[in-house]
């Protein structure tokens, strides 16, 4: 599987920016030591810490060899958005192994984006020389009423996904990611954990902490929880408390992370977690601003039957000469070109014949021109993603495990 970015336009647009900050902070490494960071509520907790940790020994040769500007493009190309590109070249120059935080709600079956996307994304980090802790949220989809609230019924779909990530190529060997259960790992430092939500709370008026609501899927309009209130609160001490550098996290996750670099001007931290917001996926019909697991039709779930694949891009809104708003060509620039660098398309001579598409920018220009047809587009993106999605598929039928998992995640009704 071929899982490396085409970065050839990032190069073309970044080259002169990064050549700069590669050349100013080069001149300020070496002059400047690492600057320490003031402490969090509790001394305990080191977080966003540049200076160098035992834990960065583990990083590979090809890894300690790459250049801080390899390093650079290959990170900044996840994010859609990045806050700032200064700070992250400042880190990627100072600290050997930057931790990357990423998390997610245990909330039902896994779509092509939290699967394939966020396996393209680890594993580029871990390829620059990142570790990277996966946040498995069971308290936090219980605060929201994922799975009715069933703390067993979530961790079940917990175990479910990460089974899906290890069939689908996510890099976990060489200890570079981690899992971490939110539940656990709070239990175990609660000293540490609950004083760092107090202080972030007690900084905060309501109504900030009320603007934070998309990242639990909620919006400021509904009648919220008492713990729903308290959630954007304990998800901006997660940042701290698992010492992250980089928050890894969709674009709808954004409120919050800029919420975190806030509190550290509250506390006049100097370090603050960058922010590396990867762009979301669309759903497949029309109309459809984002994917939802309630709604099958809306998105390809990783362990889809080759057959249910092919009829939901056969539906997925694809309008002839347009890329604006059409999930299709998305799902093509983010799934498929990152996996194998190219893009097949096989059809008749008299239809313009087959051709391998290289970059996404010389695909959209035979589309707007009508030279590529979704009707031959369609059948070339259903074979890109069965080809990708099929060893997860077979990881679930001959695995007992992962079996048992999916059948009992299949059989749980999703709550919003």
Same mark, same amino acid.
């Given at each position: ?17 990064? =050549? ?44 300690? =060899? ?48 939290? *699967? ?7 594993? +580029?980090?871990?390829?620059? *020389? ?18 009715? *609230? ?59 902490? $009320?603007?934070?609501? =998309? ?12 713990? =729903?209130?308290?959630?954007?609160? $304990? ?78 891009? +056969? ?32 059809? +008749? ?20 021109? *009508? ?46």
């Amino acid at each position: 599987m071929h899982i490396v970015q085409d970065l050839k336009v990032h190069e073309q647009q970044n080259a002169a920016c990064i =050549q700069t900050l590669i050349f100013v902070f080069s001149k300020l490494c070496a002059t400047e030591e690492i600057l320490s960071m003031e402490n969090p509520p509790t001394n305990d907790v080191e977080s966003l810490s540049l200076n160098s940790q035992s834990e960065s020994s583990s990083s590979n040769s090809s890894t300690t =060899q790459m250049s801080v500007e390899e390093k650079f493009r290959i990170v900044r190309s996840i994010g859609e958005e990045c806050i700032q590109e200064e700070e992250l070249l400042n880190l990627l120059t100072k600290k050997p192994q930057p931790i990357c935080y990423d998390g997610f709600e245990p909330s039902g079956r896994m779509h092509i984006a939290q *699967g394939v996307m966020k396996t393209i994304n680890v594993n +580029k980090l871990t390829s620059a *020389g990142c570790k990277v802790k996966i946040w498995i949220a069971d308290w936090f989809a219980q605060l929201n009423n994922k799975m009715g *609230g069933d703390l067993g019924r979530i961790q079940t779909v917990g175990r479910y996904l990460i089974e899906i990530w290890k069939a689908a190529g996510m890099n976990l060997d060489g200890g570079q990611v981690e899992f971490l259960w939110s539940s656990e790992e709070i239990n175990s430092r609660p000293h540490e954990y609950w004083p760092l939500v107090m202080d972030i709370a007690r900084r905060n008026k309501l109504p900030r902490i $009320m603007r934070c609501c =998309q990242i639990m899927g909620r919006n400021e309009q509904e009648e919220l929880t008492a713990a =729903q209130i308290f959630y954007p609160c $304990m998800q901006c001490a997660d940042i701290f408390f698992l010492k992250a550098d980089i928050c890894q996290l969709g674009m709808d996750q954004r409120k919050v992370n800029v919420l975190a670099r806030e509190y550290c001007d509250d506390i006049k931290r100097k370090n603050k977690p960058i922010i590396l917001s990867h762009h979301m996926l669309p759903g497949l019909l029309q109309g459809q601003e984002k994917m939802s697991k309630s709604d099958s039709s809306s998105a390809i779930f990783m362990e889809d039957e080759e057959a249910e694949v092919n009829l939901k891009i +056969k539906k997925a809104y694809c309008p002839p000469n347009v890329v604006d708003g059409n999930p299709c060509l998305e799902y093509i620039k983010y799934i498929v070109f990152p996996w194998f660098n190219e893009f097949k398309v096989e059809r +008749k001579a008299e239809n313009g014949g087959e051709k391998s598409f290289t970059s996404y920018e010389e695909l959209v220009a035979d589309y707007e021109k *009508g030279e590529l047809h979704p009707a031959d587009l369609k059948p070339a993106l259903s074979k890109a993603l069965n080809r990708i999605l099929q060893p997860v598929r077979d990881h679930f039928k001959n695995d007992e495990n992962a079996k048992a998992l999916l059948k009992r995640v299949k059989g749980f009704k999703v709550t919003k």
